[in-house]
DNA sequence: CGCCTATTTGATAGCCGTCAACCGGAGTGG
DNA sequence: CCACTCCGGTTGACGGCTATCAAATAGGCG
């Protein structure tokens, strides 16, 4: 109900891990905020400020990086419609990371104190908020995991599991084909590796069969092999009824 | 007051990053619990297990890791006594990573239900859960910023800052001398390298004069000029009165 | 004293980075 | 409508950081 409220994504993707009563959903579909479009690379937290209105993604892809001393950076999480792109934020008082727009973007504002409230008023709301943080804690060790200990091949196939698994049911259809919203400078950004290399191992990958690509849309005829190469678990995502995987 | 509960510690660091009133440290000190000493790289945690009461570490060090498909190791964080091992898993119904044992530890362990109820019962306290939580997830991202972006010097410097910056005040004297309580092969499944190459980069570090070791025992001479080459900057631990740092 | 694990050191190999050039599509302005 | 420009993608040659393999040493514990 309500999906015509900027929420309603939001309120889908809570929901995706804990399950909310309609009260709630009507809570947060009733929260103040305001909408604001930006521009592809517009930044949307500063390292350093003070965080102000919790900007949650409707529309469009962000990340969020941190730089090293000599200017590099790295990509630590990719956020879909629905993320919310800082409750990392919401009880900190200095940003610790940036996070910018990678795509066109909507982003719905609301207040820190409107949301602070909420997790009062409502303990499942409170629930579904330490979850949400939770979640993505743990894709930062499965990322720990890929730049750490797997070569560039499994690195890129398994950001390629990830963002197909945490698509599914969004903009892609059946046959996992999608728009993968970065270039391959963001692509090594996000996997440690150089742009040069991520283009040799794309390259790779599709003359393996496991990926086709046509401009920046990306289709996996065999979603299976991929995850295989990979070494994809798709348990630290946390998605619904999963269970231990041996 | 009552240093003599076991789970002082624990209150003891929630504090640093948020005041409690000592009515919270109070509640928080009258938690059911009981002990548990452990042996070195005895498993607390096992992936794939539902999570049962929660483990709070008040004596030695312990580990969070994950395994590759190859059976290779990432450790992702590392804990100090007063860390909570799984407030991580106090929301998610499924264990995504191991936490082991380092040296012998003691644990303290409450009920997830007990630790559920009480923050509930003070805003204060589910806030201190909510801000422990968060600086656990910049700690990973600062760590996907090590392992990605710098080499192996600096990424070992970079731990040995962490390191000592998160035991200042406890275990360590005011010249940066504690113990160190990894091995090299743990100190390489920590930042991605072998030990074989761990064991170089120590070397390196100590010919420069930036460390200095005898047996497992750590002194940093120049504590600056360490976290000069590590590119260390704490803001990430969030410790305190800290501001962006441009 | 002897075993076992951790540390240390050397030689060699490989994955990926760096540098550089070329290509190709999209947007722009004439 | 076409030339120009620019950014991102593509490809090749070369080099370096770190892994791997192997062996020797040292330390801890029975």
Same mark, same amino acid.
């Given at each position: 109900?309500?999906?015509?409220?900027?929420?309603?994504?939001?309120?889908?993707?809570?929901?995706?891990?804990?399950?909310?009563?309609?009260?709630?959903?009507?809570?947060?579909?009733?929260?103040?905020?305001?909408?604001?479009?930006?521009?592809?690379?517009?930044?949307?937290?500063?390292?350093?400020?003070?965080?102000?209105?919790?900007?949650? !993604? #409707?529309?469009?892809?962000? &990340? $969020?990086?941190? =730089?090293?001393?000599? *200017?590099? %950076?790295?990509?630590?999480?990719?956020?879909?419609?629905?993320?919310?792109?800082?409750?990392?934020?919401?009880?900190?008082?200095?940003?610790?990371?940036?996070?910018?727009?990678?795509?066109?973007?909507?982003?719905?504002?609301?207040?820190?104190?409107?949301?602070?409230?909420?997790?009062?008023?409502?303990?499942?709301?409170?629930?579904?908020?330490?979850?949400?943080? !939770? #979640?993505?804690?743990?894709? &930062? $060790?499965?990322? =720990?995991?890929?730049? *750490?200990? %797997?070569?560039?091949?499994?690195?890129?196939?398994?950001?390629?599991?990830?963002?197909?698994?945490?698509?599914?049911?969004?903009?892609?259809?059946?046959?996992?084909?999608?728009?993968?919203?970065?270039?391959?400078?963001?692509?090594?950004?996000?996997?440690?590796?150089?742009?040069?290399?991520?283009?040799?191992?794309?390259?790779?990958?599709?003359?393996?069969?496991?990926? #086709?690509?046509?401009?920046?849309?990306?289709?996996?005829?065999?979603?299976?092999?991929?995850?295989?190469?990979?070494?994809?678990?798709?348990?630290?995502?946390?998605?619904?009824?999963?269970?231990?995987?041996?």
């Amino acid at each position: 109900m309500s999906g015509l409220s900027p929420l309603a994504p939001f309120v889908r993707t809570l929901n995706e891990r804990v399950e909310l009563g309609s009260d709630d959903k009507r809570l947060i579909l009733d929260l103040p905020h305001f909408t604001r479009d930006m521009k592809a690379s517009a930044t949307i937290v500063r390292e350093g400020e003070v965080p102000g209105p919790c900007a949650i !993604l #409707v529309r469009g892809f962000a &990340f $969020r990086h941190k =730089l090293a001393r000599d *200017g590099t %950076r790295q990509i630590v999480s990719l956020h879909i419609p629905g993320d919310a792109l800082d409750l990392q934020h919401m009880f900190l008082d200095c940003a610790d990371h940036n996070v910018q727009a990678l795509t066109d973007v909507r982003v719905v504002m609301v207040p820190r104190a409107a949301l602070r409230a909420l997790a009062l008023q409502s303990p499942t709301i409170a629930h579904a908020f330490a979850v949400s943080n !939770l #979640v993505e804690a743990s894709i &930062f $060790r499965e990322w =720990l995991l890929n730049i *750490g200990r %797997r070569d560039a091949l499994q690195r890129v196939a398994h950001l390629l599991c990830e963002l197909a698994t945490r698509l599914e049911g969004r903009d892609i259809s059946g046959d996992y084909e999608f728009e993968l919203p970065m270039s391959q400078e963001q692509l090594g950004d996000a996997t440690a590796l150089t742009s040069v290399h991520i283009n040799r191992t794309l390259k790779r990958l599709e003359d393996a069969g496991l990926i #086709v690509r046509a401009r920046r849309m990306l289709r996996l005829p065999d979603f299976a092999a991929l995850k295989w190469v990979a070494g994809f678990n798709p348990l630290y995502l946390h998605l619904a009824q999963q269970k231990a995987a041996a």
